[in-house]
T-cell receptor, first 111, second 113 residues
Framework: RKEVEQDPGPFNVPEGATVAFNCTYS??????FFWYRQDCRKEPKLLMSVYSSGNEDGRFTAQLNRASQYISLLIRDSKLSDSATYLC????????????FGTGTRLTVIP | NAGVTQTPKFQVLKTGQSMTLQCAQD?????MSWYRQDPGMGLRLIHY???????DQGEVPNGYNVSRSTTEDFPLRLLSAAPSQTSVYFC????????????FGQGTRLTVV
């Protein structure tokens, strides 16, 4: 079983649409959760951390459900510039706190 | 502000050749790591280091060596390249492993023929 599982997509949505990505993780002891964004042929970059209480950053909202081991990312009012792959990332709860990456969900926003 | 610098950006190797991928960071981060990214597999951890002089294996360490003689540098060495090592390699650094933001280098696209 993979440590982090995501629907690979692709998600093709029109500009202005709302789109949601989901992710599940297997280690119930994990404490740190993130969404990273990766543009085509570029390096991953942190989009936002995910907190138990949920958090919002502009058009982006991240939520965590510890009981279901489930993380979500909601993007409202999609822009063309949101087209990218979104990586769900979870710490492995070892002493070094390494990261497990999902395979990513690809989003294309269409004019 | 350079952040994490990886070299080279592209490399083609013949089977059996060895090479070193360079990684340097100027943020004084203690934690550094190497990942490989393959289609459909996500990023997988090869080796990591929690500080100078300390390294450890990740999920897929076979065929790779690392060293950490300084805080800034964390080179990845391919001992005898194999076609299965064709991949995109990313170096990353952070202040505290998985609890803080990881900063990635631009990646090295390696092809082994």
């Amino acid at each position: 079983r993979k440590e982090v599982e995501q629907d690979p997509g692709p998600f093709n949505v029109p500009e202005g649409a709302t789109v949601a990505f989901n992710c599940t993780y297997s280690n119930s002891a994990s404490q740190s959760f993130f969404w990273y964004r990766q543009d085509c042929r570029k390096e991953p970059k942190l989009l936002m951390s995910v907190y138990s209480s949920g958090n919002e950053d502009g058009r982006f909202t991240a939520q965590l459900n510890r009981a279901s081991q489930y993380i979500s990312l909601l993007i409202r009012d999609s822009k063309l510039s949101d087209s990218a792959t979104y990586l769900c990332v979870v710490d492995d709860q070892t002493g070094a706190n390494n990261l497990f990456f999902g395979t990513g969900t690809r989003l294309t926003v269409i004019p | 502000n350079a952040g994490v610098t990886q070299t080279p950006k592209f490399q083609v190797l013949k089977t059996g050749q060895s090479m070193t991928l360079q990684c340097a960071q100027d943020m004084n981060h203690e934690y550094m790591s190497w990942y490989r990214q393959d289609p459909g597999m996500g990023l997988r951890l090869i080796h990591y280091s929690v500080g100078a002089g300390i390294t450890d294996q990740g999920e897929v360490p076979n065929g790779y060596n690392v060293s950490r003689s300084t805080t800034e540098d964390f080179p990845l060495r391919l001992l005898s390249a194999a076609p299965s090592q064709t991949s995109v390699y990313f170096c990353a650094s952070s202040t505290g492993g998985g609890v803080t933001e990881a900063f990635f280098g631009q990646g090295t696209r390696l092809t082994v023929v």
